[in-house]
């Protein structure tokens, strides 16, 4: 699959954009809007490390919260549950690396041919949890706590099987 990565891919409040990538490592610009966050979430296969280019971020570790600003890092190692809020009512915008790259690559793919399809489908991100198992990607992460990922997997089985995602499988894979 050729697909171009390396262009600003939007979902809701979140515009992702991919710099560049080799096996080492996935770098990515990534913008959040006011009132923009992540969830308590975990990367078992790869660390993050945060350099804050514009606004306030606050992140929450271990029910710690920490508030980076402007030039400010955070580093959060793989297997740590954590999430990400833009602290401030106008954008935030950091540079994002994920060690390894671990198959981010491979998410944003998937993701950028979807969004071509379909811009700023939330669905978009909906397929791509559903593909990740069925084609053997290394999962990019986990929400959290395990009830909430319990759920959700179940509901986009559910929604997969019921939308015909299994075509999907056969395109990607």
Same mark, same amino acid.
Do not use: C
């Given at each position: 699959m050729t697909t171009d990565i390396f262009r600003p891919i939007k979902f809701g409040k979140e515009?992702?954009?991919?710099?560049?990538?080799?096996? #080492?490592?996935?770098?990515?610009?990534? !913008? +959040?809007?006011?009132?923009?966050? %992540? @969830?308590?979430?975990?990367?078992?296969?790869?660390?993050?490390?945060?350099?804050?280019?514009?606004?306030?971020?606050?992140?929450?570790? #271990?029910?710690?919260?920490?508030?980076? !600003? +402007?030039?400010?890092?955070?580093? %959060? @190692?793989?297997?740590?549950?954590?999430?990400?809020?833009?602290?401030?009512?106008?954008?935030?915008?950091?540079t994002v690396t994920y060690s390894p790259c671990a198959d981010t690559h491979r998410m944003f793919q998937i993701l950028s041919t979807l969004d071509n399809e379909k811009p700023d489908s939330m669905m978009n991100m909906m397929k791509y949890f559903y593909l990740v198992p069925r084609i053997g990607l290394k999962e990019f992460s986990r929400v959290r706590p395990v009830f909430f990922e319990i759920i959700t997997n179940g509901i986009v089985t559910i929604m997969g099987k019921l939308s015909g995602w299994d075509k999907l499988v056969i395109k990607y894979k």
């Open positions: 515009v992702f954009y991919p710099k560049s990538y080799d096996e #080492n490592s996935f770098v990515m610009n990534w !913008t +959040v809007e006011a009132g923009g966050k %992540v @969830p308590p979430h975990v990367h078992f296969h790869m660390d993050e490390h945060f350099k804050i280019m514009i606004g306030e971020v606050l992140f929450e570790v #271990n029910g710690e919260k920490i508030i980076k !600003t +402007v030039g400010e890092e955070f580093f %959060v @190692p793989r297997g740590i549950i954590h999430s990400v809020t833009n602290a401030i009512k106008g954008q935030a915008s950091m």
